[in-house]
């Protein structure tokens, strides 16, 4: 079965930090494009930062460029997300998925977790 399991979320001062953790089993980690998305309370769910398969680019949602930071660790199977200088608008479910298509940044994602609150206070 395919599972990606996010951890790290919890509640943090504006200004602070967290980092975030997927592991991802099941399929062939390597080969997929991994990604980041969020959804906030009444708002639709955004891309948040992608990284390639190999790890050699990654793209980011323009508000959290500078701020964010995605990798991978295909040896581990994991994928990260570093979000620091934190704002409340960042307050948000965040979302782990896998993406196998062919085009970059990726359009559609296959697999997702099942997300890990981020709360950020003011």
């Known amino acids: 079965q395919v599972q990606l399991v996010e951890s790290g979320g919890g509640l943090v001062q504006a200004g602070g930090s967290l980092r975030l953790s997927c592991a991802a089993s099941?399929?062939?980690?390597?080969?997929?494009?991994m990604g980041w998305m969020r959804q906030a309370p009444g708002k639709e769910r955004e891309f948040v930062a992608t990284i390639r398969w190999s790890g050699g680019n990654a793209y980011y949602l323009d508000s959290v460029k500078g701020r964010f930071t995605i990798s991978r660790d295909n040896a581990k199977n994991t994928v990260h997300l570093q979000m620091n200088s934190l704002k409340p608008e960042d307050t948000a479910v965040y979302y782990c998925a896998a993406s196998y298509d062919n085009n970059w940044p990726p359009l559609n994602y296959g697999y997702w977790g099942q997300g890990t609150q981020v709360t950020v206070s003011s």
């Open positions: 099941g399929f062939t980690f390597s080969r997929y494009n």
